[in-house]
C-alpha cells in the first residue's frame, strides 16, 4: 500500500509563507516525478508546481517568482515554499506522485494526498 501524506497548511494573512510538505510511505521501490496541485473554491483543479527526479522544475505562471518546489529523495518528500501569498492563493492543495510500487516486474502508479487547506486572509 502506498501513502501520500500531506501537512503544512493553514491560515495566513496576504504577503506570509507557508511551506507543504508530502511524504511518500509505504511500498516505495522508487519516485519519478512529483507536483503539487490545487483547486480554489468552486473552480476545477489546476497544476501549480512540477519537479521531476533530477530536479528539473516548472510552474503555473501566477506563481513563478513566488513559489518553489523542491524535493528530497532520500526522505521520498516534495516540498513547496509558498511566499508573498495572495487571496487567490486560497485552494485545497494537493500532491501527486509516480511511484514505483513493485521491482519487478517494473511498475509505477499515479498518488494523490489527501489535500491540505491553505487560506490566506486578513
Known amino acids: 500500500q502506498v501513502q501520500l501524506v500531506e501537512s503544512g497548511g493553514g491560515l495566513v494573512q496576504p504577503g506570509g509563507s507557508l511551506r507543504l510538505s508530502c511524504a511518500a510511505s509505504?511500498?516505495?521501490?522508487?519516485?519519478?516525478?512529483m507536483s503539487w496541485y490545487r483547486q480554489p473554491p468552486g473552480k476545477q483543479r489546476e497544476l501549480v508546481a512540477t519537479?521531476?527526479?533530477?530536479?528539473?522544475?516548472d510552474y503555473l505562471d501566477s506563481v513563478k517568482s513566488r513559489f518553489t518546489i523542491s524535493r528530497d529523495n532520500d526522505k521520498k518528500t516534495v516540498y513547496l515554499h509558498m511566499n508573498s501569498l495572495t487571496p487567490e492563493d486560497t485552494a485545497v492543495y494537493y500532491c501527486?506522485?509516480?511511484?514505483?510500487?513493485?521491482?519487478?516486474?517494473?511498475?509505477?502508479?499515479?498518488?494523490w494526498g489527501q489535500g491540505t487547506q491553505v487560506t490566506v486572509s486578513s
Open positions: 519537479i521531476t527526479k533530477g530536479g528539473s522544475t
Open positions: 509505504g511500498t516505495v521501490f522508487g519516485v519519478n516525478v
Open positions: 501527486n506522485a509516480e511511484i514505483q510500487y513493485t521491482i519487478l516486474p517494473f511498475r509505477t502508479n499515479w498518488y
